[in-house]
């Protein structure tokens, strides 16, 4: 069984002919990142198929599946020195999905696996950083709670706001190991009270769990929406990737990041991303926490006080942007790659075709074709004509009496008016009615993919140009604007403030994503006329269509 349903990469066994359609997209790229030479973390897929057997078994894993997966363990044991369970040296892994289509967000994912109350110990004292080994404990507990037992994630954002509070401390990262510790405890507790069993101390039962949750994550209502959105067949199933842990909360010298080998929002050839030092890559993506510029000249852009990863981690920086650019060669597409960096080292995750906006996917087809790494005739299979048609960019043209209501990361252009609603299912309900929305939130999940796909634009008051927000309203083609940091949403209440002023549900905003701005009411939208690469692209079509 192993030899047809388990895919290693990062031991010398790694995968030589890595399929999308077997190991899904995720595992695909990792096994190819592998292949290349890159420092990625080791660990195995196992396929699509069996993915499909576990959902036609009502969510059960196939028999043998067990024997299987210690044996890829053994594997990722023997090349890092660890094992699984450990009280000495304990190995943890993540357990990630990974359909054959990007699927970014919609599925699930389990970080820190393989902590219990004796691993947690252990980790403690093998690197003499205690705090370390708390915070990764209580990020476990309430991933896996999550994902796994289905417990509102809300419950322990509420146990860690208190935390927060009683300590005085203004994010997860200032709490002592002491709080951290007094954490993990609320955090079982709620665990025992919501299920009415105690936090599962067996590693092997941890991961069996996670292993079928992550299978069944792909048919999720958030990942069914998602899929009918896309129009990605709903028979496809997921692979799921168990990887070894690198850590960028281990200490100040560790980061997590995402970064764009070039600008998803313009196509600019420029590095673009994100990343916060002592984290893990959940921060980044969610919203919760506003992360910091990657590169120094996006950071002067967005007049931030945070440094730079260019400025902090200039050697790693350097390193990043050099497998960028073997990447987007390899791919010959613009590259998304979450990266760690633990002490000091860099390990790459993932890499995927970054979302882009009409907009960006433009320019980049036009200038992967100018860099000779794609033909004149990909570059224009790139561009659909429906999507060229379509790609006079809207922008605001606020008339002199405008107000302006909060101004925040221009996430993805376009512009657009409409009334302001503060659920995913008020903008259905707006949508149905004929009316346009703009969805505000303090940041949006997965669960709200209905809602941004129903609403005219996105705004944000946190977050960044990476998170959930930027990336699937760009994959929509929608104007969306993060980090909108004045702007006070209060969603149970229905309202929003800034300045000394409130806006209650069904008033008007208007919001241009290429300019990061909102206005109070209505104000014009203006299109531009075809020019620049618009032009260009619109030639190259009708060379090629003359030849035809």
Excluded at 326 to 340: G, K, P, R, S
Aim: one cysteine or more; aromatic letters at 6%.
């Amino acid at each position: 069984m192993a030899a047809e349903f388990l895919f290693p990469f990062g031991t010398p066994k790694t995968t030589a002919t890595p399929d999308p359609q077997v190991l899904g997209q995720k595992g695909a790229n990792i096994s190819a990142m592998s292949a290349l030479g890159l420092p990625v973390p080791p660990g195995f897929v196992l396929g699509i198929e069996l993915g499909k057997r576990c959902i036609e078994a009502q969510g059960s894993l196939p028999d043998g599946t067990m024997e299987m997966v210690v044996d890829g363990l053994k594997a990722i044991e023997s090349s890092l020195g660890r094992r699984f369970g450990d009280n000495n040296s304990p190995l943890l892994v993540s357990v990630r999905s990974g359909a054959a289509a990007s699927m970014p967000g919609m599925m699930d994912t389990v970080l820190n696996l393989g902590l219990n109350d004796e691993t947690v110990l252990a980790l403690a004292q093998e690197t003499d950083d205690a705090r370390f080994a708390w915070d990764t404990y209580r990020r476990f507990i309430r991933s896996f709670a999550d994902v796994v037992m289905g417990i509102d994630g809300d419950l322990f954002e509420d146990i860690l706001e208190e935390a927060r509070e009683q300590n005085g401390c203004e994010a997860d990262s200032d709490l002592s190991e002491t709080a951290l510790q007094s954490t993990v405890v609320s955090f079982k507790d709620c665990v025992a009270s919501e299920t009415g069993q105690p936090f599962p101390q067996d590693v092997h039962v941890q991961l069996e769990l996670a292993l079928a949750a992550v299978f069944n994550s792909w048919n999720t209502p958030r990942a069914v929406r998602y899929r009918d959105m896309n129009h990605i067949d709903h028979d496809g199933g997921t692979a799921a990737v168990v990887q070894a842990m690198v850590f960028g909360n281990r200490d100040l010298r560790s980061c997590t990041g995402v970064y764009f080998t070039r600008n998803p929002s313009t196509g600019e050839n420029k590095p673009y991303g994100e990343y916060m030092v002592n984290a893990q890559g959940e921060d980044v993506v969610s919203g919760v926490r506003t992360p910091c510029e990657l590169t120094e000249e996006t950071r002067i852009r967005a007049m931030s006080d945070s440094p730079s990863m260019e400025k902090l981690f200039p050697d790693t920086f350097e390193q990043l942007l050099a497998i960028g650019t073997q990447l987007e060669n390899h791919f010959a597409d613009m590259q998304e790659i979450e990266f760690t960096v633990e002490s000091g080292r860099l390990f790459m995750l993932q890499t995927r075709s970054g979302k882009r906006n009409p907009v960006a996917g433009l320019k980049l087809a036009i200038a992967f074709a100018s860099e000779g790494i794609i033909s004149r005739q990909e570059a224009v299979s790139r561009c659909r004509m429906e999507t060229l048609a379509s790609m006079m960019v809207t922008k605001v043209q606020p008339s002199e009496d405008a107000v302006l209501v909060a101004k925040g990361l221009p996430a993805s252009p376009g512009a657009a008016s409409g009334q302001i609603v503060f659920t995913s299912e008020a903008a259905v309900q707006a949508r149905d009615a004929g009316s346009p929305a703009i969805l505000v939130r303090t940041e949006t999940d997965p669960k709200d993919v209905h809602g941004m796909d129903a609403a005219s634009a996105i705004l944000t008051s946190r977050g960044g140009m990476t998170s959930h927000a930027a990336v699937v309203a760009r994959g929509m083609g929608k104007p969306c604007i993060t980090a909108a940091m004045a702007l006070k949403v209060d969603a149970t209440a229905g309202h929003c403030s800034a300045m000394g002023k409130t806006w209650q549900a069904g008033e008007v905003f208007t919001l241009d994503g290429g300019a990061g701005t909102v206005y109070e009411g209505r104000q014009p939208v203006v299109s531009p006329e075809p020019d620049g690469d618009l032009a260009v692209m619109l030639e190259w079509r009708n060379e090629f269509s003359a030849g035809a």
